[in-house]
């Protein structure tokens, strides 16, 4: 049966048939591939659309990624405005739009693939900062690319603490302009995408001075490149920082401003405005600049860490069963590697934790969605949360999936190694994550800082946001676990991460206030607490997966099949994280010793388990083979082929090795002479 449904779309194998030791595993799945695949695209419809679009982005030549790993920098870049350019082309043909549902699965056809998504955060902050008036002027200039637009807030010098920022915006009252500039070197725009070579316009942050008086970060739209010939506008110095680890088609760029000025209206002021006379109105709340970050970071979660993390649990277990090395019994043939417990236990954990993000993505955006309801009703009381959980799942997920997906390239061995798996692109991409829109560090602690505040207000009585109720629960000292099956009931384990999660956060705000009355100024006492504070948010936010997940297994009643698999998964993400972080579950004795034993049986029982049904969990994923653009996890599983096949693409394969007439030659030949 899951032969028949996985058969229907065979992913655009190129090689013909499928590797025996692949198909069989597809054989023996416990469960409805496609069934799985419609359930996590929230219903058999949008499969079909997911898979329709796929298939138009795929059957268009300008959208090949074929060679990609044989490019330079400038033929990547190029390569990503043909795409984007086409891009709009092929969505008004298709009748697809930027805010439809379509947009996802373009992107994650391209991989992301593609310039101008930095335009994206241009239109997305002029909504959402923008005034009425701003938005019917900026958006249909934006959206039909009259103009490309950038974000530029990081500089030089600082990064996530926006009230650090440099650059200068001062209210010149006589010309009703706001006069730019970049002080300092530390002050330079530096890393904003599209900035370096495409972008004519963007939302720049700079502090506000009106009448001498800071007001802070405010955004403001600056032209910085002519709409006639693209050259740079006058005060304007722009250009590209130069090679990264990855993002190659990216122009990360750098700006210096000189005395440029721009219009009063050119404020971004649905919550803000400097009237004609000077006089500065706010509206709703001040951390309300912090809402593009906000969805910026929502967003980035599904797209550039659970889909990289899908794709390399794909490729390293689809890999992982076609590969075979040594005997596991002596007189048989070599044995799958995915059949060595060491290997499932480097590869199974990664994927159950790939579905439990999938499931808490889904979760944070749902937040979002209330939370911006809200907002638009100027009702702004669901900010600190959604501030607080953007940026602490943002830490969590990009950490927890770059080291993920680490262990499924070097799962892989040597063939994991190069740049044809897919593997190490999809590393740096992820490793990027943990560094753009927020450094984990300080996100984990802006995390900590309301968990401390919900703590302190809960212990007193007083109401807190639903996600952080438990903070006031009053749970057992000890975990009731009995036996080893005890710890597969997700009452025992989420119990327990509530129990570890709730302990730190409260001894952490013990030792907090401690230090405050024992003088310590309350800077310094935040200071001596703050790795215990990143712990503590750490655990909040693995809590909240692990709580997540299993709801989200117990409304799958209707859907045995998959509930018993997805339960199975749930259970191995929850032990992992016992068996894994032992010290903190076992700090206060709440489990013990033999507990912790009894974890770890369970924890490697299912092992054994989940091996039974990974490639039918990685098939559910519905990657094809050109999004996977991997010669080691394509559907067909004919590994070694297409190694070989596609290192014969390498343009060093087609010419004659430049080193040879200037170097070797002369090298051989003087030796040939003494022969």
């Known amino acids: 049966m899951a032969l028949m449904e996985t058969g229907k779309y065979s992913q655009g194998s190129v090689l013909g048939s499928v590797n025996p030791d692949l198909a069989g595993e597809r054989q023996t799945a416990s469960f409805s591939v496609e069934k799985l695949t419609a359930w996590l695209d929230g219903g058999a419809e949008r499969t079909q659309l997911r898979r329709a679009v796929v298939k138009a982005i795929e059957r268009d030549p300008v959208f090949s990624r074929e060679n990609q790993y044989f490019q330079s920098q400038n033929e990547r870049y190029e390569a990503a405005v ?11 043909e298709m009748g697809w739009t930027d805010d439809g549902p379509e947009f996802k ?3 994650r056809a391209l991989s992301g693939d593609l310039a101008f998504l930095l335009h994206r955060i241009f239109i997305r902050s002029i909504s959402v900062l923008g005034s009425d008036k701003q938005i019917a002027k900026w958006i249909p200039l934006a959206t039909q690319y009259q103009l490309i637009g950038s974000y530029a807030q990081t500089e030089l010098g600082h990064g996530t603490y926006l009230q650090g920022l440099e650059t200068t915006a001062v209210f010149d009252i006589s010309t009703q302009e706001f006069v730019l500039n970049t002080p300092n070197i530390s002050a330079m725009k530096w890393w904003p995408g599209d900035m370096g070579r495409s972008a004519t316009h963007t939302v720049v942050f700079a502090q506000l001075y009106v009448n001498g008086k800071c007001y802070g970060p405010h955004p403001f739209i600056v032209q910085i490149r002519s709409l006639q010939d693209h050259s740079l506008c006058p005060g304007i110095t722009a250009g590209d920082i130069g090679p990264k680890m990855n993002f ?17 209206e050119n404020m971004l002021s649905k919550f803000c405005e400097v009237q ?15 809402f593009t970050m906000t969805t910026v970071r929502i967003s980035l979660i599904s797209d550039e860490v659970v889909i990289p993390l899908m794709k390399a649990c794909t490729i390293a277990i689809r890999y992982s069963v076609v590969r075979r090395q040594s005997k596991l019994k002596p007189g048989e043939q070599e044995a799958k590697i995915l059949d060595y417990q060491t290997q499932q236990e480097k590869l199974l954990p990664q994927l159950a934790a790939a579905y439990a993000f999938y499931f808490i993505s889904d979760y944070l955006q749902e937040l979002f969605n209330k939370g911006y309801r809200e907002i638009q009703r100027k009702n702004f009381d669901m900010l600190p949360e959604l501030h607080a959980f953007s940026s602490g799942f943002k830490a969590m997920i990009t950490q927890y ?5 680490e262990i499924c390239l070097q799962a892989c061995g040597g063939h994991g190694y190069s740049l044809l798996s897919g593997l190490p692109s999809l590393y740096t991409k992820i490793f990027a994550s943990c560094i753009y829109e927020g450094e984990n560090t300080i996100l984990l602690l802006q995390t900590a800082r309301f968990l401390i ?10 109401p807190v946001p639903p996600s952080v109720t438990y903070l006031a629960a009053v749970t057992p000292e000890k975990c009731p676990a009995k036996n080893k099956l005890d710890f597969l009931s997700p009452d025992i384990y989420t119990e327990a991460y509530q129990h570890m999660a709730a302990r730190l956060i409260s001894s952490t705000a013990a030792k907090l206030q401690d230090l405050i009355q024992s003088g310590v100024k309350k800077h310094d006492a935040w200071n001596q607490c703050t790795v215990q504070l990143a712990q503590a948010a750490k655990a909040h936010c693995h809590y909240i997966t692990v709580k997540n997940f299993a709801e989200t297994v117990e409304k799958l009643e209707t859907q045995p099949g998959i509930q018993k698999i ?7 993400f929850a032990l992992h ?13 709440y489990i013990s010793g033999a507990q912790m034993d009894m974890v770890t049986a369970s924890y490697l029982d299912l092992l054994a388990v989940i091996r039974k049904d990974a490639v039918p969990l990685v098939d559910a994923f519905d990657f094809t083979d050109k999004t996977l653009n991997s010669a080691l996890g394509s559907y067909d599983g004919q590994v070694y082929q297409r190694l070989y096949e596609w290192a014969q693409k390498s343009p060093t394969n087609k010419q004659m090795s430049p080193a040879y007439e200037r170097y070797l030659k002369p090298l051989l030949h003087k030796t040939l002479s003494k022969l």
């Open 401 to 405: 999936g770059t080291s993920a997906v």
């Open 276 to 290: 004609p006379d000077g006089t500065y109105v706010r509206r709703g709340s001040q951390k309300i600049n912090y």
């Open 453 to 462: 505040k919900c703590f302190m207000a809960a212990s007193t009585g007083q």
């Open 566 to 572: 997805m339960k199975h998964l749930c259970d191995l």
């Open 105 to 107: 699965y373009i992107y």
């Open 577 to 589: 994280g016992i068996f894994s972080n032992a010290g903190v579950f076992l700090h206060d004795g």
């Open 248 to 264: 190659e088609h990216i122009d990360n760029g750098y700006l210096m401003l000189q005395n440029v000025r721009v219009p009063r």
């Open 82 to 92: 043909r795409k984007a350019v086409h891009l709009q082309k092929k969505m008004h």
